[in-house]
């Protein structure tokens, strides 16, 4: 059963940005945290930036500064604004709430090239 869609994911110059949306199903973000996490080839899914329902966000070091989590209420839409995009950054993202609760999606592929 699917809660969560990840899209926006691409192929992309490091340098470059990307945005990631992630559709949650009803207004979960309203009630519980939500997070983005990445999972590169052969390594442990991890944690990127979390978005509270009253707004604050916390940002993982290697993407502070770079990635700018939002959220559309309109939309039940989490999104992840990544600029200046590394070749580190290559992952499958996925979203989720704050520890996680819902069925992995089956994410977005993001690689940046060198």
């Known amino acids: 059963q699917v809660q969560v869609v990840e899209a926006g994911g691409g192929l992309v110059q490091a340098g470059g940005s990307l945005r990631l949306s992630c559709v949650a199903s009803g207004s979960i973000f309203r009630i519980r945290a939500m997070a983005w996490y990445r999972q590169a080839p052969g390594e442990q899914r991890e944690w990127v930036v979390s978005l509270t329902p009253g707004g604050t966000t916390n940002y993982a070091d290697s993407v502070k500064g770079r990635f700018i989590i939002s959220r559309d209420n309109a939309k039940n839409m989490v999104l992840l604004q990544m600029n200046s995009l590394k070749p580190e950054d290559t992952a499958v993202y996925y979203c989720?709430?704050?520890?996680?609760?819902?069925?992995w999606g089956q994410g977005t592929q993001v690689t940046v090239s060198s």
């Open positions: 989720n709430t704050v520890p996680p609760s819902f069925t």
